[in-house]
């Protein structure tokens, strides 16, 4: 007899919905407001990162002129001849995975996705069905998520890897397959470790010394318990140490030199830690008290999305070119006081307190704050957050039994705020830096046919009018590192030799001239010259 499958329970539904909810946004704004380009310079690192992956390597060899091949955050490094970005390999070689797709933007969406049913599951065997749901629904409807899950930055790969750390944790504290469940917990955490490395240490540290604590409990037992409690942890910390390897490995591959700060070679200041070592003009802790004061009232309103007032122009203005303090006042940290008196007999109530309060913590003493695309260092803490928040709606559930109109009030505030903050706020972004797929279309439409082009962009790279990158952005978005893309931008920074070495290295290619100064650039539609 043919047994009929089991119905999903309800919650498992919105879970499903939610994910799909999540990856849907993340597709719809990675086009309509980021046009499935770069906007900042991490982005363009990161891609030039994931295509030199998707080619196998993890440099290319410096290419000369070598101005004319340049691109932000990436490095020519004289003593190895080669050239290389400057963030670890974590996060770009996930995106390789998407650069080979031919669509970077789905890696994001996939792990946007992903997260939501993962929170939904700790959630779900933390606390109960409800607080997994709604904690799932107030991380899918986030605008942090929402508008990082479209980049092409590395915090949604981030936040999933520690969602999956808490959750592999929380199931080695159970028993039962512990050993491979922190064998999974060390992975993990190792891939945080090789894509954000400063946020692995804020997320993990209040669960090291939980563990540390269980084990010195476990001791007391006798060498049995204490054993059998040591054997997933030691897997979880060997496999982390094996996969962070891949930071010292990278920078050994790119300089011969694996304790090298490959930050510092684009600006010798970018270093963690206090002193005159560290930021522009030296960093102490009154900076960094600073910076979270005025990042933290950026993500009081982008948390959920509530605040007093509306998105203004003049506030869409302050998010494209002010990092102080959000003049409205955010109030999505309502529900946290109430979740923690809600889940206070809870020991992982504080353990998730403690990790977003500790990745903040950490993020102290790095020198600059964080507001363009939001408070994006304390992103990894959405999900810690998002379930301490869910806890006081659940209570209220169980208490009430009027589980219909608590999800029905929580729908109309997420949607609401969709709308009336979310929308404006991200919309805020679209083509900030002024990069935008005007260049691109204008370079189809120029097109002769399938002949590769080579756009070689003219304008000074000195003086008042030096041409910024902003010019270049969307051209070296799709510029392979091996300069061998059907497109290649190439800079003649009017500097002598400059403009005969381009087009010499590129005979066989159609030239279309730009020229640039500032952060424009605009087409010349008369032929090239040789």
Known sequence: MRMRPRPLAYHHLLAL??????????????RAVFERLPHLEDEVAYLFQAKTLA????????????????????????????????????????????????????VNALFAAMTVALVYRLG????????????????????????????????????????????????????????????????????????????????????????????LAALRGGWRPFAQALRPLLALAAITLIVGAAVPLYSYAATGDPTKNLYTLVWPYDRVGFGECCGRSGHTIEKGIRHLRFDLSLMAAD????????????????????????????????????????????????????????????????????????????????????????????????RSRRRGLVYAALALALVYSLYAYSTPRIQ???????????????????????????????????GDRRVRWRALGALMAVTSPYLDSEIVGAWDTLRPGVRAAILARFPERQVIEMRAEGNFAYFVDAPAAD
């Open 124 to 215: 779900r065997e933390l606390f109960s069905p409800d607080t997994g749901a709604i904690a799932a629904a107030l991380t899918a409807f986030s605008p942090m998520a929402l508008l990082l899950n479209g980049t092409l930055m590395g915090h949604t790969a981030a936040l999933w890897t520690a969602v999956l750390f808490m959750y592999a944790l929380l199931r080695v504290e159970r028993g039962r397959g512990a050993l491979r469940w922190g064998a999974l917990g060390g992975l993990a955490l190792g891939l945080l470790v090789i894509n954000r490395p400063l946020t692995a240490v804020g997320v993990a540290a209040p669960f090291v010394v939980y563990a540390a604590l269980r084990l």
């Open 55 to 106: 080619g196998g390597q993890l440099t290319v060899a410096i290419p000369e002129p070598r101005r004319a091949y340049w691109q932000p955050f990436v490095v020519d490094y004289d003593e190895t001849g080669q050239r290389f970005g400057k963030y670890p390999p974590g996060w770009p070689l996930l995106l390789a995975a998407g650069v080979l797709s031919g669509q970077a933007w789905l």
């Open 428 to 462: 805020a972004l679209y083509r900030f830096n002024e990069i935008s797929r005007e260049t691109l279309e204008g370079v189809a439409a120029r097109r002769d046919g399938d002949r590769p082009v080579l756009v070689l962009v003219s304008g000074p790279d000195s």
């Open 303 to 398: 948390l959920y999305g509530w605040q007093v007032g509306r998105i203004t122009p003049e506030l869409q203005a302050h998010l494209r070119t002010e990092s102080g303090y959000w003049p409205p006042l955010g109030l999505s940290w309502l529900l946290l006081p109430f979740g923690l008196l809600a889940g206070a007999r809870r020991r992982w109530t504080w353990l998730l307190a403690l990790s977003a309060i500790s990745l903040m913590a950490a993020h102290l003493a790095y020198w600059i704050g964080a507001q363009r695309y939001s408070t994006r260092y304390y992103f990894e803490a959405l999900a810690a957050l998002s379930l301490i928040s869910a806890l006081p709606l659940a209570w209220l559930i169980a």
């Open 17 to 30: 919905l939610l994910a799909f909810f999540a990856f849907t946004m993340s597709a719809l704004v990675s």
